[in-house]
């Protein structure tokens, strides 16, 4: 039996290198679908989730992401994903691998934690991003959403910050202690099984697609470029970045004022080609079709 009611505070130190996603209103299997999973990939329970790491180590013979699934209590579901998932296969951007927004008609809020750079959390509703924290503060369009609730717990956002060395005034921000308790608080995400997670104990869902989106592009064209928006001077061609279909122009005379633009490609084709990591999951048995490995 899985025990909930831990709260969320305990994530500043028990976050490293995930990604968790939690969503308002669905179950973590849908959840798990929007984040990238084929419809139909089955719920593998925890002892076929642990043989497949055990018999498939990431750096020997990857499978695609699996991602522990649960529930948050309060009609919250979650899926815990690794870190590295953030960045894949479209999750951050407006549209999941199939076009369907994690966030499409509900709340979801979601905090990505390398174990080196600071944590980065957002609160999304219906893909408009509401509130945010990173290294750079708060943001989004509601950038105080949390601010009573970190009130309560003893915050007060008008605090000045004693200068460091340099006679800098570092901006006021709460630990993420108090972030992640203010979250939880909020949204009522106090029911999340940090037992069943520290011990490896969810179920989990393949949380890839089968087909990987493959985009080709035109090349970037030769100028001339429009002129610079700050000093009206020329723009020369900085560097062609195809993989996300952009290139790049500066102007020599403002390049360290942020004379600078990013300029879109022209898409000449959009293809699927199979998910590499599907492959992998052949030779493991039955543990993609019955939830059960050899």
Known sequence: ???????????HRGLEGCYLTFAEGIPAEELAVRLGAPADSPVLDADTVAAIERAAPPWEQPVPDIGRIG???????FVLLPCTAYWEHGRTGPESPYGR?????????SAVYTGMDPAQIDVMHDGQ????YSDSGFNGSRPHLLNTALADLGWNADEEEEKAENGEVPPHSPSYELL?????????????????????????????????????YADAPAGPYGPCEQCGGPMVLSHVAKAVGSYVLYCDRCKALGGYRVEGLTRTEERTVPNPK?????????????GNAD
Not at 101 to 109: F, M
Not at 201 to 211: A, D, K, Q, S
Not at 279 to 287: E, I, Q
């Open 129 to 132: 991003h509401l509130w945010g």
């Open 1 to 11: 039996m899985i025990e909930h009611g831990d709260g969320l505070a305990w994530l």
């Open 180 to 216: 992640y308790a203010a979250l939880g608080n909020f949204f009522g995400l106090n029911g999340l099984p940090r037992a069943a997670i520290e011990n490896r104990t969810l179920p989990g869902m393949f949380c890839e697609p089968r087909e990987l989106p493959r985009h080709e």
């Open 71 to 77: 529930d948050a209590g309060n009609g919250w579901s």
């Open 278 to 290: 599907w492959a992998n999951v052949n030779l493991l048995g039955d543990a993609d079709g019955d």
């Open 101 to 109: 927004c994690p966030s499409h008609g509900i709340r979801t809020v």
